[in-house]
């Protein structure tokens, strides 16, 4: 990926308690969101979400936490 391209789609962290909190979801081919926004300094919860079938209407996700 270009560093100066726009990203296919981005997400920027919630802060709950004091701790940033994003989700990114792994397929065969690709994560998504493919670009995070974090502060500098504050704590990150990051949630991997695992797909089994690359369908998106059929994806199931198993939540892990590392």
């Given at each position: 990926?270009?560093?100066?391209?726009?990203?296919?789609?981005?997400?920027?962290a919630?802060?709950?308690?004091?701790?940033?909190?994003?989700?990114?979801?792994?397929?065969?081919?690709?994560?998504?969101?493919?670009?995070?926004?974090?502060q500098?300094?504050?704590?990150?919860?990051?949630?991997?979400?695992?797909?089994k079938?690359?369908?998106?209407?059929?994806?199931?996700?198993?939540?892990?936490?590392?």
């Open positions: 990926m270009n560093a100066f391209a726009a990203p296919k789609s981005g997400s920027v919630t802060i709950e308690n004091g701790v940033q909190i994003v989700k990114t979801i792994v397929t065969a081919n690709r994560y998504l969101p493919d670009t995070i926004v974090l500098k300094g504050v704590p990150v919860r990051w949630i991997i979400l695992v797909t079938i690359l369908k998106p209407s059929m994806m199931k996700a198993q939540e892990k936490e590392f």
